[in-house]
């Protein structure tokens, strides 16, 4: 058959290259920070990365379903600060259990993100304008449960934030990073070995040929963001873990965060292509930004976002060299 | 040869019927497919053949008739029930997911699993199976997209032939392939039949449905013409019934609307074509177009005739060969390019190429020549009503209200919308690309009178039409397309006629 | 009359602010203080005239079927160039200075439109991608410039852009009536407004009737953001200070949401300035109606989001025809559906 191997190998190596670049950008930004600063060079710095990022990584990997498929969902951050808001109101303002409170709100997460997307899916709106308008909902929510921020005295909660779990070596992490590692798998598992994972990169593929091979194109759709509606409740969850309190302006701009670690995990944008391991590397990279400014001390925070900007645009541009070669 | 007569239909269409709003498009149609056969469906622009495919493989739902799988009546409910029945479809533009591996579009949806998961060994040994079993040898965990446009149709038959089809549907197959490559792909298509698969194939390159099929099945204007051996039906036959023998209307003059050129058949060149060409669309071809004249190109529907005249309009880069316009070369890279040369182009698809629906009439009219001005230069709200509603009157455009929405009128008007934006700009050449279809007799009339006056006044017209009547009556020389190459030019001096132009297009070289 | 494409959004904006009048009474007076125009109605365009400017770009960038999301940080960008230049010169009251630092923001806000339009209309990137690259890193310029401080100053003159007033009347509503009328001149009375409703209503016949969209396209984008820029100034000057932080925070949702509301739709073509206009003071009179009657001004969001989902249902093709064939299928229901799925066995 006139199957070119040299080609198709070539072909083939082209969609890991962001992914590598994302690798090599990692393995460098570490080695400049542990050759310029001192206790730079520690596995406590990288765990760290972890335990900060916790609620990021989990909502990252709900994004990078949605971006599969060539979605989009703008409303993750107000999911995530509805979901703390929640939290602090039942437990401390109701009294509620928290272990009646935590499975409630990930209910309600994941019930906007399936709404959401069938909204999407059955009268055919694009879906940044309906993810956008549930990020009005979520963010409006917040504050008619109240203005101001509820900081949350609960002994369950304090004491999963406080807890850490030690490793060998005088290293620990928090709860939450099992968390985060535990979605990390689960979701690898069914991105990559279920029906609904492979519909996923079916779908964003081609939805034409999806539907036409006779895949489930609506189920998987709407599955996709009730995934991300799932995952951003538990990054809230993780959140008010960390933060200790439910505010109606926590994870202001998580949307961006969540979209740039995808997009610098090798993931397309317009979908089909990508891997959940790269969302991993794309979650540390922008942590370990964050981590270089904070330890270079004359940098302000602002960098973090200037650089952030710059690396999406190189990589929106490494994605357009791919994309375009491919449709030519 | 099978003998059908013995043998029961595998899929059978009775009296099936199919509308949408204003047209009939299946009108009663009888179809049979016997097992171990491949079976060519056959007919022109409007004549039914792909409203068929979509209400057998369940993307239209039919308005009449039935459909008989196996002796048994079924109804088709949309793509995933056509598979599950039996029939599979590979559609021209391959319909398969170019980001996943081979392996994974021959078997999505099926994929085999263990404790919930995808096997994935199992998967690629099944794929592999079947890729073998086609006697094919393709990497099944390669991506899609790593493989060319032919192997990928492959793919998407070796998926169908997965399915367990008892009907594969072929629609145009072979229209981006290269001669190796359709080889390759009839291969495959005698192994299926051998092994007693039905194979319906739609395609417009006569020679390759004469080479690869048993029968064939014409269609024409939404209704069943007739069903042939392949043996037994010539090309010229088969050419006249996928045309029509229709007399000409009545009511039309019968007579030629064309003139004789202002300045005779020794008038220099408006333009001239040498060896374009555009690898995959049409073959190297010249042409050359004098001043005044009337041009046609003839041919079967995807013989070449759009493609060659998109390549003058620089709708499409041409890869080879050179045009000349009054005996300079120039390049046209860009539409831009083309019209500052007085080139102009109504496309055949007037409502995705050609309007912008939801501007007004006058918008749409002036808009060729507004773009031309760049938008610094505007014309003015006076001069825009004027130019609209001289070219309403001019025209007969109906409604005469220069504010409609262009989208809103009946096909021949917006056809007359955009003769008129392209008349406004003075062009020296006019493409016209189907200008009279899917409109009415009277439009038409109009049209075509239209055309012979502009020749009349000098302007040349390039006129592609698959009414040979048409063309006849307009064009002072015919180019026949077939099979995506120029076979011949011949004037129009009087003797040729329908038939000769159908020889032609039969036989592929000048008679 | 009810056709008239302002129908709607004229009656929206009327019913809205009739409400008003229920809960206060005076709500339509408008009374002279010194010298100046006060009352509820002039609150609304004075507020309202920096969204009015953003819409009005993003307008523009819609009807070639594209999407602006970074408006929100050229307008924090803006502000914050100017302040920093006026809170460093030696006479912060000259009208030099001034003039300078508003030259200085449209400059920068001229690279950043030119950028965005550059990547839009030559390389290709999806708009909503293009544009959040500026999105993201533009809130970090921001506050770069400010260096993460609010820039606070002191200048008559700056003041005047958002916060004075000129001849009575809030000199902020006469520079926004000023650039709608303008954008009105430059889109209607010259070729403009034509070519970019046929290259947003369809791009392939338009290349075919030789516009060269690419130029056009990314004019839009660095229109758009001059008028972010223009609002982030008079914002900054109306509070005379800049924030890197929060100056013209969901600002692009908000101007998304007016151009929708004005009866422009998401997907490109025909566009109305008159509706963006309508649609803009629509989004000011329910925050004003809202803080009126006393619920919490945040929960504007909650309104803003049933509107945007309202708004963008009746536009939705899909919408009605499913919303079309539940009524036809209720009055004619003994026919059966003829896209019902049912299984392919007999």
Not at chain 2, 329 to 349: K, M, N, Q, Y
Not at chain 2, 407 to 430: C, H
Not at chain 3, 30 to 54: C, E, M, N, T, W
Request: aromatic content about 6%; glycine content about 10%; hydrophobic content about 50%.
């Amino acid at each position: 058959m006139t199957s070119n191997p040299m080609a198709g190998a070539v072909r083939r190596g082209r969609q890991y290259v962001p992914l590598l670049v994302t690798s090599v950008l990692l393995v460098l930004m570490f080695s400049v920070g542990s050759v310029q600063y001192d206790g730079f060079l520690s596995g406590q710095v990288l765990l760290n990365l972890l335990i900060d990022n916790a609620f990021l990584l989990v909502v990252a990997v709900g994004m990078t379903f949605v971006v599969l498929t060539g979605g989009i969902d703008l409303s993750v951050g107000a999911v995530v600060a509805l979901s703390t808001m929640l939290s602090a109101w039942l437990v401390e303002r109701h009294g509620w259990p928290p272990l009646l409170v935590i499975p409630l709100v990930l209910v309600v997460g994941t019930v906007a993100g399936f709404v959401m997307g069938w909204v999407i899916h059955s009268f055919e709106i694009q879906p940044f304008i309906v993810t956008l308008a549930g990020m009005f909902l979520a963010r409006g929510l917040c504050y008619t449960i109240s203005i101001d921020s509820i900081s949350i005295t609960d002994p369950t909660y304090t004491a999963f934030a406080q807890t850490r779990i030690p490793l060998p070596g005088d290293l620990f992490v928090s709860p939450s990073v099992l968390v985060a590692v535990g979605v990390v798998a689960v979701a690898f598992v069914v991105l990559h070995h279920t029906r609904l994972g492979r519909n996923v990169y079916a779908l964003g593929g081609s939805e034409q040929s999806a539907l036409l091979m006779g895949l489930p194109v609506a189920r998987t759709k709407i599955a996709v963001y009730a995934v991300s509606g799932f995952c951003s409740s538990l990054g809230g969850v993780l959140l008010t873990f960390y933060m200790l309190s439910g505010y109606g302006l926590h994870a202001v701009g998580l949307e961006l965060d969540a979209i740039a670690a995808v997009v610098i995990g090798g993931t397309l944008l317009t979908g089909g292509s990508g891997y959940l391991l790269g969302t991993v590397l794309g979650v540390l990279v922008l942590g370990l930004i964050q981590t270089l400014i904070s330890f270079q001390g004359t940098l302000s925070s602002w960098w973090t976002r200037i650089v952030i900007g710059g690396l999406l645009f190189v990589f929106i541009l490494l994605q357009r060299l791919i994309v375009g070669r491919r449709k030519v | 040869m099978p003998a059908q007569s013995a043998q029961q239909p595998v899929l059978e269409v009775r009296g099936i019927r199919k509308e949408f709003p204003g047209v009939v498009a299946l009108d009663g149609v009888d179809f049979r497919l016997f097992p171990g056969e491949v079976h060519a469906l056959m007919g022109e622009n409007g004549a039914g053949k792909s409203t068929l495919i979509k209400v057998l493989t369940g993307v239209h739902p039919s308005d009449g008739g039935e459909v008989v799988l196996d002796g048994r009546p079924v109804r088709i409910a949309g793509p995933l029930q056509a598979q599950l029945a039996g029939i599979s479809t590979v559609y021209q533009e391959v319909n398969l997911c170019p980001n996943l591996s081979v392996a994974e579009n021959i078997l999505i949806g099926r994929e085999p699993r263990r404790f919930g998961l995808v096997h994935w060994s199992e998967l690629r040994r099944r794929a592999a199976e079947s890729v073998a079993d086609l006697d094919l040898d393709i990497d099944v965990s390669a991506p899609l997209d790593s493989y060319s446009t032919a192997v990928q149709q492959l793919v998407a038959i070796v998926r169908a032939v997965e399915v367990s089809a008892k009907v594969l549907i072929l629609d145009e197959p072979t229209s981006s392939l290269d001669r190796e490559e359709v080889r390759q792909l009839f291969a495959v298509m005698r192994r299926l039949r051998d092994q007693g698969v039905a194979i319906l194939f739609v395609s417009h390159f006569l020679d390759q449905v004469y080479e690869i099929c048993d029968r064939m099945t014409v269609l024409l204007g939404g209704r069943l013409e007739g069903e042939y051996l392949t043996g037994e039906l010539r090309q010229v036959d088969l050419v006249a019934r996928m045309i029509g023998g229709e007399p000409s209307d009545p009511g039309e003059p019968s007579d030629s609307a064309r003139r004789e050129p202002a300045e005779g058949a020794d008038a220099p060149p408006f333009l001239r074509a040498d060896g374009l060409a555009r690898s995959g669309a049409i073959e190297p071809y010249d042409l050359t177009i004098r001043s005044g004249e009337v041009v046609g190109l003839a041919g079967l529907l995807g013989s070449g005739r759009t493609e060659a005249a998109r390549l003058l309009f620089g709708a499409d880069h041409s890869t080879r060969g050179s045009v000349r316009i009054e005996g300079a070369e120039v390049s046209l890279r860009t539409p831009r390019t083309a019209i500052s040369h007085g080139i102009a182009f109504c496309p055949e698809d007037r409502k995705t190429e050609g309007l912008i629906g939801e501007l007004t009439v006058r918008e749409n009219i002036v808009l060729a020549l507004q773009a031309a001005r760049g938008w610094t230069r505007p014309l003015s709200g006076t001069r825009q009503d004027e130019i609209a509603l001289h070219w309403i009157r001019a025209l007969g455009i109906r409604p005469g209200n220069p504010e409609a929405l262009v989208r809103n009128l009946s096909g021949g008007n917006q056809q007359k919308v955009l003769l008129a934006r392209w008349l406004i700009t003075d062009p020296k050449l006019l493409i016209l690309d189907e200008p009279t279809r899917g409109i009415d007799v009277g439009a038409k009339a109009e049209i075509q009178k239209l055309v012979a006056d502009l020749a009349g006044d000098g302007m040349s017209v390039l006129f592609i039409s698959a009414e040979l009547e048409e063309v006849l009556r307009l064009c002072h020389r015919v180019g026949v397309l077939r099979d995506r190459r120029l076979v011949a030019e011949l004037p129009n001096d009087g003797s040729l006629t329908p038939e000769s132009i159908m020889a032609t297009i039969a036989s592929g070289a000048q008679s | 009359m009810t056709k008239h494409r302002l129908f709607w959004p004229a009656v929206v904006l009327a019913v809205l602010l009739l409400a008003n009048l229920a809960f206060t009474p005076d709500f339509f007076a408008i009374r002279i203080k010194d010298g100046h125009l006060y009352g509820s109605l002039i609150d609304i365009l004075h507020f309202g005239a920096p969204l009015v400017l953003v819409a009005l770009g993003m307008t523009l960038v819609i009807a070639t079927g594209g999407i602006d999301l970074s408006v929100g940080s050229t307008v924090a960008i803006a502000g914050a160039l100017a302040c920093l230049h006026i809170s460093e010169a030696a006479d912060p009251a000259s009208p030099g200075t001034v003039v300078a630092s508003v030259a200085i923001a449209l400059a920068v806000a001229l690279v950043l439109g030119v950028a965005n339009g550059v990547l839009v209309a030559r390389v290709g990137v999806q708009p909503i991608i293009a544009t959040l690259i500026l999105m993201v890193a533009g809130r970090g310029v921001a506050q770069l410039v400010t260096g993460g401080q609010i820039i606070t100053v002191t200048s008559g003159p700056y003041r005047l852009i958002g916060g004075g007033y000129w001849l009575a009347v809030p000199f902020a509503v006469l520079l926004a009536v000023v650039v709608v009328l303008l954008t009105a001149l430059l889109t209607r009375r010259t070729a403009l407004g034509l070519l970019l409703e046929s290259v947003g209503g369809n791009p392939v016949a338009s290349r075919l009737v030789g516009i060269r969209a690419s130029g056009l396209i990314a004019l839009v984008y660095v229109f758009s953001a001059l008028c972010a820029a223009v609002a982030g100034l008079m914002i900054s000057s109306n509070v005379s200070s800049a924030d890197g932080n929060n100056a013209g925070l969901w600002i692009e949702l908000d101007a998304i949401l007016a151009v929708v509301v004005g009866g422009t739709s998401l997907t490109g073509g025909r566009f109305s300035l008159g509706g963006t206009v309508l649609g803009a003071l629509i989004i000011q009179a329910l925050s004003t109606t809202i803080y009126t009657i006393g619920i919490p001004p945040e929960t504007t969001l909650v309104f803003k989001a049933f509107v945007v989902i309202t708004v963008c249902l009746i536009q939705s093709p899909a919408f009605r025809a499913k919303a079309v064939r539940r009524r036809s299928s209720a009055t004619r229901s003994a026919r059966p559906r003829p896209l019902k799925t049912e299984e392919a066995e007999a």
